[in-house]
């Protein structure tokens, strides 16, 4: 299966997307991950990519197609992927579906996590990430131990981006640049959208009913 979780920042995308990677073995590529940890390492993209990131910006197509079209040709995506954060503009998704053609593969389904802002803004402003890839709710999904990661008991921080102004950016950017994916892939028939407003475990049983039917193709 040849999945992409398509929805607002904070949705969940992330959280269901462990979970669908888990369930179905399929790879997570999540180009927000990859971008954080290109600015870790310090490298040239990763130059390019901070200052966007942290005012809650896009970070340019052409970086951002470059890199998926990489990790695509990847032999670990040849059964199926799970695409998460990309493709976030029209240009991206054009670009993923040349890509996809080039290598006689296509998308299966879009999954459109609805959530309304209030929420947004509550989860946004309360996720807590681990430096080894865990993300938590300090409310929705507490760790066990106050800021102290569960899996490998480091210290817990808040992302740049999760701070109020960057918030607010990230929602009016999202509502102008990826917004218009919905219809996009509404009229190529592959996009189902779920109610995201439900507990994490809720989302992830609509999720696998939804999976069900493209795995009995
Ligand atoms: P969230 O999970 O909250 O939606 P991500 O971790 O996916 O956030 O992305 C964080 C930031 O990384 C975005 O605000 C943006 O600056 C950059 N980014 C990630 N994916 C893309 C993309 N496909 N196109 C442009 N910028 C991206
Ligand atoms: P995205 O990748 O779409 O930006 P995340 O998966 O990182 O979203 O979730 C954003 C924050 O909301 C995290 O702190 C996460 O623990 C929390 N969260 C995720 N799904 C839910 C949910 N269904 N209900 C409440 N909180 C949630
Ligand atoms: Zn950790």
């Known amino acids: 299966m040849n999945i992409v979780l398509l929805g607002p920042p904070g949705a969940g995308k992330g ?3 462990k979970k669908i990677q888990e369930y179905y073995s399929l790879p997570h590529i999540s180009t927000g991950d990859m971008l954080r940890e290109n ?3 310090n490298t040239s993209l990763g130059v390019k990519a901070k200052s966007y990131m942290s005012r809650g910006e896009l970070v340019p197509d052409e ?30 998704a054009d670009a993923l579906q040349m890509i996809l053609t080039e290598s006689s593969r296509k998308l299966d389904a879009v999954l459109n996590i609805s959530v309304n802002d209030e929420e947004l803004i ?10 080894c890839g865990a993300s938590y709710h300090m409310v929705f999904n507490p760790p066990k131990d106050d800021e102290i990661c ?28 990826t917004k218009p994916l919905i219809e ?3 009229k190529k028939s592959i996009l189902r959208t779920l109610n995201g407003g439900k507990d994490i475990s809720g989302i992830f049983e609509e999720v696998k009913q939804i999976l069900e039917e493209y795995e009995k193709l």
């Open 122 to 131: 509550k989860r946004l402003s309360g996720r807590r990430m681990c430096a």
């Open 63 to 92: 970086l951002l197609i470059t890199i998926i079209k990489d990790r695509l040709s990847r032999k670990d995506c040849s059964a199926g992927f799970l695409l998460d954060g990309y493709p976030r503009t029209i240009p991206q």
């Open 184 to 186: 996009y892939y509404k």
């Open 150 to 177: 569960d899996l490998c008991k480091g210290k817990l921080y808040q992302r740049d981006d999760d701070k109020p102004d960057a918030i607010r950016n990230r929602l009016i950017v999202y509502k102008k640049q």
């Open 15 to 17: 959280t269901q997307a």
């Open 39 to 41: 600015i870790n390492n």
